[in-house]
């Protein structure tokens, strides 16, 4: 079904001039009056409560990290604390507009945001819905605490909720918002839409664009914006976020009903530095930041220079916006001009910057100026504004008391386990939300039509079947998938070619025929992006799979796999679940940067779960399980199996629904004297290696596929080897910090009474691998297994090595470091 955009030489190749949009600068026009009736007197004069509060409580902090005090109650606080104080009224005037439906995503200087959009939230919501919310978020834990010392009304209990759930998180309290496991630069609290802030820079642009692709997708209401730091615009995945954004498939090729673009806003809170490197004049060429939308798509991201230093000239922004956004129009960039009068910590003297900048920025200081602005125009006098900073002194004199005693915040119980705990939801839902699923065919009608009618089986009477006439590994993970979603209504997929195509090995070919574009489509060559948008996308409540085409590709998208993925359901004190399958396809025959097994490299990740099918059985067994789990699963693919039949499961694959068991390996073969234990494709190998020990030396070998790499239940390799004494490891990744050593390691400890030699590791050669033609002198062979056996475990009668696996091999090879 061919897509129907026809590329036109003639318009390709036609002489014209692009004509850039125009992009407008501080384009608000303060009007006193219009904005008195817009907004009201009390709103106005909220605007700068509000302003107060975040500068107090940042104030608090810096007292605390420079002193160990505030206002005579000593304290510590060992952890970072980046403080936005002269950023306050961007802040402020983003949350005007904004609901608790909206999402906003930070950054590590987020502490301001949170306040804002939680004080916000606050005016909007009514008594009861604060109470609810505050009686079951965490089990009610932060609300006992402060009901202690609040009194007044319930929005008031409801600010110092706000308060103490945020400082006791910075203060890596149990009764913090995250249960002090995200702290000061990870704080978040999603029943208001504060949603992860992000320690790494421009981390959540990817994050929240993902966010509002799930709010496009599912036809939830609200926008999504991405607070992230100017010097985050020289960061490849914010632009990956913003391509991805800004695709013209929306449009072009989205059913109409789905309602356009992702809602997202990428907000440029620009103080005009990183650390001490400034972005205009130093680190970046762009000049204007809000030019970069001009690079991005036709409308320039509707992009503006927002004056951040007036409440209302954002507030104005943020409207005009969210209208774009909602009409599915985005993406948008704002250039939100601030400045931080703080360091960028406290302990940064701020050696970089001139002490006659920082005195002119604070001439314009936000809080004054806005202070100016509501007595010229007769909305609050000194007394009333003054007010504001005797309430929040005493809020704050009451809240750093209690996060800061441990008998009242304590901290989350070690001794219990309790990270170990939030690792995992491990949870398993059919369906992450009700509804029915959008699809285009019914089940009947599907591939599933074929592919259910082949043989289960690959062997008859032990020989082989023809392959075409076989469920293959990619067919029994394309059944998998199909099942998921037709169950599913919040499943997607996306990836590199995904549509159409149907992934470069074709294992997603017929999905194209049965799911609407915004089920699966193809994504920009945007690996980070494409990672990154899926955390977003899981973390708001929807199932998504994603693909990297070849596994050496993850390298693209590291930060998102190793830091993000990985990470947010633990750092959300489980609050949030992540149901997102990154499937990794491990390479062969394209030569060095195709055709790598990294899959130590995420087992080393906790927070991830890892698993690696070698047959077709496994295949759609392990996929049906990731998706129906709640957790973040890298599911690893061998290139080398795609078109294999089910060859050692007897009965073959079944065409119903099934599962494998979470960390369960799979005995593929009994045996008594050896124990051999593979990862990954190398299986078959192995297989080959145990039928030669068999036939030339008597020697019958186990052979155990691990299957899963974490979780790993070594129970029956333990008993294999208890078994047999001893055991070799073979897998396919390079040997030099492969998987393997930690389970050589692991199996060594647990069985080391029982064991006749030492564990064996077979990996990968510690090269780049060579072409294809060479390929059998890198990655493990059947003649490598049977060597080192032999040299290293019990040697074999008569047994001719055609491979060095000597001991002084390994000691030459690793003193040269191959
Ligand atoms: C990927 C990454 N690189 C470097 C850092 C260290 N770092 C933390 S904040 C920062 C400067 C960020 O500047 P900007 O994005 O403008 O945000 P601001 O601090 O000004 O709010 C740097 C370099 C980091 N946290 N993440
Ligand atoms: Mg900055």
Excluded at 93 to 116: K, M, V, W
Excluded at 332 to 358: I, N, Q
Excluded at 737 to 757: C, E, P, R, V
Aim: charged residues 20%; negative net charge.
């Amino acid at each position: 079904m061919p897509k129907s955009i026809l590329v036109d030489p003639l318009e390709m190749r036609r002489r014209s001039t692009l004509v850039s949009r125009e992009v407008p600068l501080n384009a608000y026009i303060p009007d006193p009056q219009a904005e008195a009736q817009k907004y009201g007197r009390e709103d106005l004069v909220r605007l700068y409560r509000d302003m107060v509060f975040i500068r107090e409580f940042e104030w608090m902090l810096d007292r605390i990290k420079k002193e160990g005090q505030y206002q005579g109650l000593t304290c510590t606080h060992l952890g970072p604390s980046h403080l936005s104080i002269g950023q306050e009224a961007a802040a402020v005037g983003q949350c005007y507009h904004l609901t608790p439906d909206d999402f906003i995503f930070g950054s590590h200087r987020s502490h301001g945001e949170i306040l804002a959009k939680c004080f916000r939230s606050i005016a909007q919501l009514d008594d009861d819905a604060l109470m609810r919310l505050m009686q079951t978020y965490m089990g009610g834990a932060a609300l006992r605490v402060v009901e202690k010392f609040s009194q007044g009304s319930l929005k008031d209990l409801a600010i110092n909720y706000v308060l103490y759930g945020t400082l006791a998180e910075i203060f890596g309290r149990e009764t913090g918002f995250n249960k002090g496991l995200g702290g000061s630069m990870h704080a978040f609290f999603p029943p208001f839409g504060v949603m992860p802030n992000n320690a790494i820079v421009g981390g959540s642009a990817d994050i929240a664009t993902g966010a509002a692709l799930f709010k496009r997708v599912n036809r939830k209401s609200g926008i999504c914006i991405a607070n992230v730091g100017d010097a985050s615009a020289g960061c490849g995945p914010v632009w990956e976020a913003m391509t991805f954004a800004a695709m013209d498939q929306y449009h072009t090729l989205w059913d109409k009903k789905v309602g356009g673009a992702p809602p997202i806003l990428f907000n440029f809170m620009n103080n005009f530095y990183g650390m001490g490197g400034q972005t205009v004049g130093e680190t970046m060429g762009v000049g204007v930041l809000a030019r970069l939308g001009l690079g991005v798509n036709p409308e320039a991201m509707h992009a503006e220079r927002v004056d951040g230093y007036n409440p209302l000239a954002v507030a104005d922004a943020i409207e005009r916006k969210k209208e774009i956004l909602l009409e599915g129009r985005g993406p948008v960039l704002l250039d939100t001009v601030t400045y931080r009068f703080s360091g960028h910590s406290p302990s940064d003297a701020s050696s970089y910057r001139d002490k006659e900048e920082v005195n002119r920025w604070q001439q314009h200081d936000p809080l004054e100026a806005f202070r100016r602005y509501l007595k010229d125009n007769g909305h609050a006098d000194d007394t009333e504004l003054d007010a504001f900073y005797h309430d929040i002194a005493e809020r704050l004199a009451h809240v750093v008391r209690a996060a800061a005693a441990l008998d009242v915040s304590p901290r989350v119980n070690i001794q219990m386990d309790a990270i170990a705990e939030m690792m995992f939801s491990n949870q398993f839902k059919d369906r992450m939300a009700d509804g029915n699923p959008e699809v285009l065919l019914p089940t009947e009608e599907t591939r599933f039509k074929i592919t259910s009618g082949k043989h289960r089986f690959g062997l008859e009477n032990g020989q082989p079947l023809p392959r075409l006439e076989c469920v293959t590994y990619a067919e029994a993970l394309f059944e998998a998938m199909l099942y998921r979603f037709y169950e599913d209504p919040t499943m997607i997929a996306y990836g590199e070619e995904n549509r159409d195509w149907g992934g470069a090995f074709g294992v997603y070919r017929g999905l194209t025929e049965c799911l609407p574009y915004h089920r699966l489509f193809n994504a920009p060559i945007s690996e980070a992006a494409i990672v990154g948008t899926a955390i977003g996308y899981a973390l708001s409540g929807g199932r998504v799979v994603v693909e990297l085409m070849y596994c050496d590709f993850m390298g693209r998208a590291g930060d998102e796999i190793f830091n993000q993925m990985a990470k947010w359901q633990a750092m959300s004190g489980n609050v949030l679940q992540l149901p997102l399958v990154l499937r990794v396809s491990v390479g062969s025959k394209y030569g060095a940067q195709h055709s790598q097994d990294w899959s130590s490299l995420v087992a080393h990740i906790p927070g991830l779960k890892v698993m690696f099918p070698a047959t077709p059985y496994d295949a759609k067994g392990m996929l049906s399980l990731a998706l129906r789990g709640t957790d973040p699963v890298v599911f690893f693919e061998s290139q080398r199996l795609y078109t294999e039949p089910e060859k050692l499961v007897e009965g073959g694959v079944p065409v119903e629904y099934y599962e494998v068991p979470m960390g369960e390996p799979a005995i593929r073969r009994t045996g008594d004297d050896i124990t051999i234990v593979t990862v990954g494709a190398t299986l078959y190998r192995a297989l080959e290696a145990a039928a030669e020990l068999q036939a030339q030396y008597s020697l019958s070998a186990e052979v155990i596929d691990a299957r899963f790499l974490n979780p790993l239940n070594y129970s029956p390799i333990v008993a294999s080897v208890r078994k047999t004494g001893r055991v070799v490891l073979a897998s396919d990744a390079c040997e030099r910090g492969s998987f393997l050593h930690t389970m050589a390691s692991n199996i060594g400890q647990l069985t080391f009474d029982a064991l006749d030699g030492p564990v064996a590791v077979v990996g990968a050669r510690n090269w780049i691998t060579p072409p294809a033609e060479l390929e059998e002198a890198f990655f493990p062979q059947k003649e490598w297994i049977i060597d080192a056996i032999h040299e290293h475990i019990l040697p074999l009668p008569g047994h001719r090595p055609s491979t060095v696996q000597t001991i002084d091999e390994i000691l030459r090879r690793n003193r040269l470091g191959v």
